[in-house]
């Protein structure tokens, strides 16, 4: 049979880039899968739940509505996050409050909301997306960089209290992805061809990392055949982060 077959599914992000391709391939594969998102517009057959990750209302609510539908959640992907260029001077203290909401914070958010049904799974296991910026220093980007280090070790912490519940906490930590996210990026870029080449040559591959490579590595982590794996942060990545 399918591989997630039987298993419900939680993606917040899941409305574009690396958590729709996450959604559709936990889906394809057997597994029940709502996205949370800011629009609730995805394709059959995912669960669209539109909420803010930095609105602890609508994310227990919706958190409520999945688990319900589905009579239960065992997985839970925390991929929604927003990026921020520049240094430590670029940034007034409400952007950092701003961007740390929804990176750090929705993720503790979403988390808090979704273990009372993730203890009565019999394989639960939360995958939060990083990023690459949290273990190598990248130029122009210190508060992005900060909330995903700081997202690594909530990871860790989290893992290291779930032990005894038998809820596996991982994270993928991403290079630079072919997303709507980097499209965007490019098209406010004085050169996007010149631009793309930049972020094309920063990783030792020469090329972008694609969604679908990310939601693979996602997908290893969350399932059953990843029982002894916690604590711990996939780069998917090109290579950048080693070589
Ligand atoms: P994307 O912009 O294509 O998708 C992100 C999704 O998150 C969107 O659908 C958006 O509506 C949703 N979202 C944003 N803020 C939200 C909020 N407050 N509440 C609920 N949903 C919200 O971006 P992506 O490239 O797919 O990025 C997904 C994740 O991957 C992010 O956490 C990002 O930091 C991480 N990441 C991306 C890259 C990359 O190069 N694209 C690299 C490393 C890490």
Redesign the pocket.
């Known amino acids: 049979g399918l591989p997630f077959a039987g298993l419900s599914a939680l993606v ?10 996450t959604a559709t391939l936990l889906a394809e594969r057997g597994a029940r899968v709502a ?5 609730a517009e995805v394709p059959e057959p995912l669960l669209g739940l539109r ?5 602890d209302a ?2 227990r609510a919706s958190v409520a509505t999945a688990a319900e539908a589905f009579g239960g959640l065992d997985i839970v992907v ?6 921020a260029a520049g240094t430590v001077e670029d940034n007034p203290d409400e952007e950092w409050h701003r961007v740390l ?3 750090l914070l ?1 993720v503790v958010r979403v988390t808090r909301a979704a273990l009372p049904h993730l203890r009565r799974s019999s394989a639960p296991a939360i995958v ?6 949290a273990t190598t220093g990248l130029p122009d980007r210190a508060l ?1 960089s900060a ?2 280090g700081a997202l690594l070790a909530l990871t860790r912490a989290t893992a290291a209290d779930l032990l005894a519940d038998g809820v596996r906490v991982n994270c ?14 490019l098209s406010a870029a004085d050169d996007p061809a010149a631009e793309r080449a930049a ?1 094309e040559a920063r990783q030792p591959t020469g090329r ?2 694609a ?1 679908v490579e ?1 939601a693979e590595a996602i997908a290893h982590l969350a399932g059953p055949w990843s029982s002894a794996v916690t604590g711990t942060a996939l780069p998917v ?1 090109g290579g950048m982060h080693g070589l």
Do not use: E, F
């Not at 993928?172 to 990026?185: A, E, I, K, S």
């Open positions: 917040t992000g899941g409305a574009s880039g690396i958590g729709l391709a996205c949370l998102d800011l629009t909420a803010d990750v930095s609105d609508s994310v925390n991929n929604a996050g927003i990026g909401d929804v990176n929705g939060n997306t990083c990023s690459v910026a992005y909330t995903k993928v930590n991403p290079g630079t992805v072919d997303t709507p996210w980097v499209g965007r990026l972020l972008l990392v969604a990310v990545d």
